[in-house]
């Protein structure tokens, strides 16, 4: 009987062993995806990066997670960093971005912003895996138009808007003016580009 216990024993502390190991070794496994934060925004403004915006409580954002963190993994020696912003935390970069819906997968090259516009949803891991590896490798984002200026993090309207955003009680009315000067500035954007094409 006590040989047995010992063996019990021996058994259940091998599996605390491994239970711990496996616990301490987790952030390191995630480590190769990099959270962006209002502290280590100015990472992006070099480099090559792709990042994926989510929210905890999003089930689509949750879906990509493990196509994603296989993306960092894939990445880690090569010349492109993986990100991800999470919007639900106070200190997130996602505070001065401009998010309709999640996820959102963005890339920044120098600090030139594009969102992504491929393959997001899918029931296959690998299309998913396998889409933005291809993006990344072949350079896909030349073709993709930049943010405009005053959607780009770090611009003088986002900071506003995030200052604005952490009152609660003018939410509501924020969102509506906020949606009206995007609108004029895209309005005067491509009344800009149509005055310069007439000219010249």
Known sequence: ?????????????????????????????????????????????????????????????????????????????????????????RNSLGTQMWVSKTPMLIHVKEGVYKVFKGIIHSNQFRSKFETWKSFLEENLSDSLEPLPWYQTPGSITMKLYSVLKDNSNLLPLLGIIFSIVIFLLKFVSVFSTVDYILLH
């Open 1 to 89: 009987l006590s040989y047995q216990n010992a063996y019990k024993s021996k058994s259940t502390q091998q599996v605390m062993t491994l239970f711990l190991f496996l616990l301490i070794s987790l952030p390191f496994a995630l480590c190769n995806v990099i959270e962006l934060t209002s502290e280590n925004s100015h990472l992006v403004k070099s480099g090559e990066w792709f990042i994926r915006v989510y929210s905890p409580d999003c089930e689509w954002s949750q879906s990509i997670s493990g196509p994603w963190a296989d993306l960092g993994k894939w990445a880690e020696d090569k010349p492109y960093s993986i990100a991800e912003i999470n919007l639900s935390s």
